[in-house]
Nanobody
């Protein structure tokens, strides 16, 4: 089970850190990631991280502003979001893929989302 938290209302230019807590002893073996869905748009990949934390990937448009990390001792993955823009508004979901592909049909587990609203 995946539980995302940390969303909220923030002004443009501000920061938020999302957390995704996972239950289960095998969490540390999973590749983890974040997706987001803006109103009226398709859910899209944001960032992913290997089970060791040593490899990360990002949507091209978000590189440099968002940082994904994980703490396997706490069974938690994080998404640090800086310099937020109004277009970052949406529901953010943590996810576990079947492999390391980040397509929507390749997701094994979805967490409940957390709302992020960026006001301009």
């Amino acid at each position: 089970q995946l539980q995302a938290s940390g969303g909220g209302l923030v002004q443009a230019g501000g920061s938020l850190r999302l957390s995704c807590a996972a239950s289960g002893s095998t969490f540390s073996r999973y590749v983890m990631g974040w997706f987001r869905q803006a109103p009226g748009k398709e859910r899209e990949f944001v960032a992913g991280i290997s089970w060791t934390g040593g490899s990360t990937s990002y949507a091209d448009s978000l590189k440099g502003r968002f940082t994904i990390s994980r703490d396997n001792a706490k069974n938690t993955v994080y998404l640090q979001m800086n310099s937020l823009k109004s277009e970052d508004t949406g529901v953010y979901y943590c996810a576990v893929p079947y492999g390391s592909r980040w397509s929507l049909d390749g997701i094994r587990y979805w967490g409940k989302g957390t709302q992020v609203t960026v006001s301009s």
